[in-house]
């Protein structure tokens, strides 16, 4: 496995991670790892970056906002959150849980998302075809039917009931195999971001590296689409290498640029074991497996299922506009702390290099 830069793999540089509690009271070591990413505890970086990538694209200042809901997914955020109805479902979390956030998006992925429509698609004709076997049965009852009658009735509907009931149960149960399947799937292919141990890791052709979160820039990259506007992705550099890491997925050739950024400030309150997890819907199910997050939760009352009981329906009625209006007015280059910014920690950007007098750039 390829690890980061030399420079910043020093005792030295990782000894500024190191943290023992947190506000919260609990111990942190327990179930961080000493070098997840911790927004108040920035530690002095070595000089680096991408000229060539400032000039072209617009690099992302770090900090995090009031709202990391991008209201354009979701639609796709609410279907995965009501995959799992209860804790026993948590267990296969994937490509999204508590403390891994995966990239790559697959066939398996791709299959689990069919099979979740599969099983929707399933419950509502069952619905649907059982109050119309209703209304007939109670028909055939009032036309003093026979028993032959009745059982050749049965026999001409059974392989629709067989066909729909094999779907049904093979949608909803088929998701428990796959996620077997990308157990081992997850081991070869490890793109993602890992918050407990505040690494990114990403997937080259022989081998795989990883280097903490906060060596990465987060670039908003643009393409032209063919209808005389931009699609916008996310993008992380690593600072001290050419490693890339598209953020495809979640959010995949947004129209409006703001998508972009606040599934930057989505992504940053993930890695950060600081404070609780995103309150979004793909992370809800999830919530009560990592420890901040679960006391933070305690302590607000909030409800574990505010999003998994939400309709598709009632997003759009009661807070699509809301939220899409929140992140209109969004102020993207403000922070809401001007010390978590780690910029302001980066030699060259923000402190000055060793050689050069203070107060120069």
Not at 249 to 270: C, E, H, R
Request: proline fraction near 5%.
């Amino acid at each position: 496995m390829n690890n980061g830069s030399a420079a910043s793999m020093t005792d030295s540089y990782y000894g500024q991670f190191a943290y023992r509690s947190d506000a919260t009271g609990l111990d942190m070591t327990d179930a961080y790892s000493d070098n997840a990413y911790r927004a108040d505890r920035i530690p002095t970086l070595p000089p680096g970056g991408h000229a060539k990538m400032d000039r072209a694209f617009q690099r992302l200042p770090w900090g995090h906002y009031q709202s990391p809901v991008v209201p354009s997914t979701m639609k796709a955020q609410l279907a995965y959150a009501r995959l799992f109805k209860n804790e026993n479902d948590t267990e296969d979390g994937f490509p999204w849980g508590e403390s891994v956030f995966t990239i790559s998006r697959g066939f398996f992925v791709r299959l689990q998302s069919a099979l979740y429509m599969l099983y929707i698609m399933a419950a509502l004709g069952l619905s649907i075809s059982l109050f119309g076997e209703l209304i007939v049965v109670m028909s055939m009852l009032s036309d003093n039917p026979t028993v032959g009658g009745f059982v050749n009735y049965l026999d001409g509907i059974k392989w629709l009931y067989v066909v729909l009931f094999s779907c049904l149960f093979g949608g909803k149960y088929g998701r428990y195999l796959l996620a077997l399947i990308n157990e081992k799937r997850l081991r070869s292919d490890p793109a993602g971001l890992y918050r407990r141990e505040g690494l990114v890791r990403v997937k080259r052709k022989s081998d795989v590296f990883e280097a903490p979160f906060i060596e990465f820039d987060a670039y908003r990259m643009h393409t032209a689409s063919g209808r005389g506007g931009r699609y916008y992705n996310l993008m992380l550099q690593h600072r001290y290498s050419n490693t890339q890491l598209w953020m495809k997925g979640l959010v995949t050739d947004a129209m409006n640029p703001k998508d972009i950024n606040a599934y930057w400030s989505m992504i940053q309150q993930f890695m950060d074991v600081s404070g609780p997890l995103p309150d979004v819907p793909i992370f809800e199910p999830f919530r009560h497996r990592d420890p901040v997050t679960q006391a933070a939760d305690r302590k607000s009352g909030r409800d574990s299922f505010f999003w998994r009981n939400m309709t598709n329906d009632q997003w759009h009625a009661d807070n699509e506009g809301d939220y899409e209006q929140r992140m209109q007015d969004a102020d993207f280059s403000k922070h809401h702390c001007q010390d978590c910014i780690l910029d302001a920690r980066i030699q060259g950007r923000g402190l000055p290099l060793p050689y050069q007098p203070r107060g120069l750039r």
